[in-house]
């Protein structure tokens, strides 16, 4: 008490202030007797989540030649080709919750593989592109049927599927001269991240000069 006296007066403090001071040491006092302060009475806790993906893709592809009514369109030097993979997927969602002050919290990464839900699934993607004497153009789409992979249960508590939203990008090539080349990409849908509520959907152009020399020059530059 000498000393907590001795420091009120260094410090100037005002009546009020020493009122504040006795009631928050008094406060304390009185959690600490009780133990409700106890760390094993703590709930911080963070929660992590994670996801693999092994996947081997069987593709197909196939050209034609002015290959449809109507492609006369594109003139005599037209083609077309289309591609698809059917793609085996096995992925695995992992989670888990920790308590910090936990005293089992060292076994946290064994026990978040442990407790991993796998899935065996197909994903599909498909591909379209034209050639002209001057241009290209092409159309991808990734995932189109939405693989879903089921979140596991932890402790009673049922974790989120993981969906592999589908992507679609299309691109155009100009070969205005022989060796240079501009293209346009654009997604024309919003791709999920792993951030929470953030999307990308990026729209590029591009361009290369070969230069005959053994070397290219590309420029290029993106934007979401």
Do not use: C
Not at 29 to 55: C, E, H, K, P, Y
Not at 132 to 152: A, D, H, I, M
Not at 205 to 218: A, K, P, V
């Amino acid at each position: 008490m000498e000393d907590l006296d001795y420091l009120i007066r260094q410090e100037n403090l005002s009546s009020s202030e020493v009122d504040q001071l006795v009631t928050t040491l008094n406060h304390i006092s009185q959690n600490t007797q009780s133990g409700s302060n106890d760390l094993d009475q703590n709930d911080t806790n963070i929660v992590m989540r994670g996801f693999t993906l092994a996947s081997y893709p069987l593709t197909f592809g196939h050209a034609w030649d002015r290959p449809f009514p109507g492609s006369y369109w594109f003139g005599e030097g037209s083609s077309w080709s289309v591609g698809a993979n059917i793609v085996p997927m096995q992925g695995t969602v992992y989670a888990n919750q920790i308590f910090l002050f936990d005293s089992d919290a060292g076994d946290f990464v064994s026990k978040t593989v442990e407790n991993g839900e796998r899935t065996n699934t197909v994903g599909l993607d498909l591909g379209v592109m034209g050639r002209y004497e001057g241009w290209q153009v092409g159309l991808v789409g990734r995932n189109l049927n939405s693989p879903t992979f089921k979140g596991p249960t932890v402790d009673g508590k049922k974790y989120a599927d993981v969906v592999l939203e589908p992507e679609v990008r299309a691109g155009f090539a100009w070969f205005p001269v022989r060796n240079v080349t501009l293209e346009a990409d654009l997604d024309l849908l919003p791709n999920d991240t792993l951030l929470p509520d953030y999307n990308t959907q990026y729209a590029s152009l591009g361009f290369e000069w070969r230069t005959g020399q053994q070397t290219d020059i590309r420029l290029g530059t993106y934007r979401n």
